[in-house]
């Protein structure tokens, strides 16, 4: 199995909603990454998990709020976000070594009403 | 840390014609450096990659090369066909403070291939 899946494809929210992203690998990857992508712009590192620890956390503010339950699943949750965090959401997967090939997921589009 | 240029930002070419993308980085402890396609609405899909230690790699109509002493590396697609219009994104890697190990992506070229 060489996917990364991630549910909702779509959601729609208010800026007063709590809502989750989920992600999830199951090729045994120990490192998870969650990425923003803009129109027209390339993907921007939000967060890195590393065997289920946060490493990397790119200044992202704390309305969104990453969590890793276990190696296989990272969720990234949602609150009281601003139209401006309307966007679509990638995670990936790989390895924990250099060179290792980053997997995407689908993504979700988020859209903040 | 890491900074990735990629030109051009657009690129038309006829069909049968060849792309070439370009792309440099400012970190010379960046060792790996994959391209990625992306299609509207899509995922980004690693197309090819390169690692420091090689300077050449080819599959199919795909090639990549690398210099590293100009820290500049390059996607050139031959035979192009109107399904290689997408959103091409070249990518550096490097190893954070933290242990972890962080892409870099360039601003991509849009690629359109002309029938």
Redesign the interface.
Known sequence: DTEVTQTPKHLVMGMTNKKSLKCEQHMGHR?MYWYKQKA????E?MF?Y?YEKL??NESVPSRFSPECPNSSLLNLHLHALQPEDSALY?CAS?Q????????????TRLTVT | GENVEQHPSTLSVQEGDSAVIKCTYSDSASNYFPWYKQELGKRPQLIIDIRSNVGEKKDQRIAVTLNKTAKHFSLHITETQPEDSAVYFCAALLISGAGSYQLTFGKGTKLSVIP
Request: net charge positive; glycine share 12%.
């Open positions: 490192a027209k712009k390339p993907p590192l890195v590393s490493s990397i990638l790989s924990v070594a250099r060179g290792a090939e980053q997997y995407f997921g689908p993504g």
